[in-house]
T-cell receptor, first 115, second 111 residues
């Protein structure tokens, strides 16, 4: 079974530039999550999708971050404009139906460096 | 949300058993206890989860206290590949099911 795919793996940009990350979840998984992991900390949820609808985006900085999940499969996360404090690893995860008993499967992450 | 307490770091010798503790004293009756680990430069990976009784799988065992206020992840024979940050995460029944990660326990394995 193919895992969660993410691209790019690494990205370096200057502040105020824009950047986009892509995620392809495990086939058939209805729930998709984007997490942000700052160095030395555990991952923190940014947004959760159930199929193509948003379940929770309460921790997404909506003035600069946006995300979509077209057709309930792939997802993109965008930052515009980027700030220095956005330097982090962005992790995508998926689970079968989103129950609290479900296993979440994580991708390798995209490491973003904002200069 | 249930709060957890884990030691910041632990050390083990290779091929020795490792017991990683977690306190989750505010857990409620329907909260599951999940353990994930994160190897260097990788995304977190699922290890094991349980509700009330002890659980075993090919990776580890999970011992849950009778009052459910604590649990212990047991790696029966640590290998160098087990060096990672281990997260104990209660998950509660609701419409939103993200994982809420704490700081976890950084396990070092000595050859």
């Amino acid at each position: 079974e193919a895992g969660v795919a993410q691209s790019p793996r690494y990205k370096i940009i200057e502040k105020r530039q824009s950047v986009a990350f892509w995620c392809n979840p495990i086939s058939g998984h209805a729930t998709l999550y984007w997490y942000q992991q700052i160095l030395g900390q555990g991952p923190k949820l940014l947004i959760q999708f159930q199929n193509n609808g948003v379940v929770d985006d309460s921790q997404l900085p909506k003035d600069r971050f946006s995300a979509e999940r077209l057709k309930g499969v792939d997802s993109t996360l965008k930052i515009q404009p980027a700030k220095l404090e956005d330097s982090a690893v962005y992790l995508c995860a998926s689970s079968l139906v989103g129950l609290h008993t479900d296993t979440q499967y994580f991708g390798p992450g995209t490491r973003l460096t904002v200069l | 949300d249930a709060k957890t307490t884990q030691p910041n770091s632990m050390e083990s010798n290779e091929e020795e058993p490792v017991h990683l503790p977690c306190n989750h004293s505010t857990i409620s009756g329907t909260d599951y206890i999940h353990w994930y680990r994160q190897l260097p430069s990788q995304g977190p990976e699922y290890v094991i989860h349980g509700l009330t009784s002890n659980v075993n799988n090919r990776m580890a065992s999970l011992a849950i206290a009778e009052d459910r206020k604590s649990s212990t992840l047991i790696l029966h024979r640590a290998t160098l590949r087990d060096a990672a940050v281990y997260y104990c995460i209660p998950t509660f029944e609701s419409g939103n099911t993200p994982l809420v990660f704490g700081k976890g326990t950084r396990l070092s394995v000595i050859a």
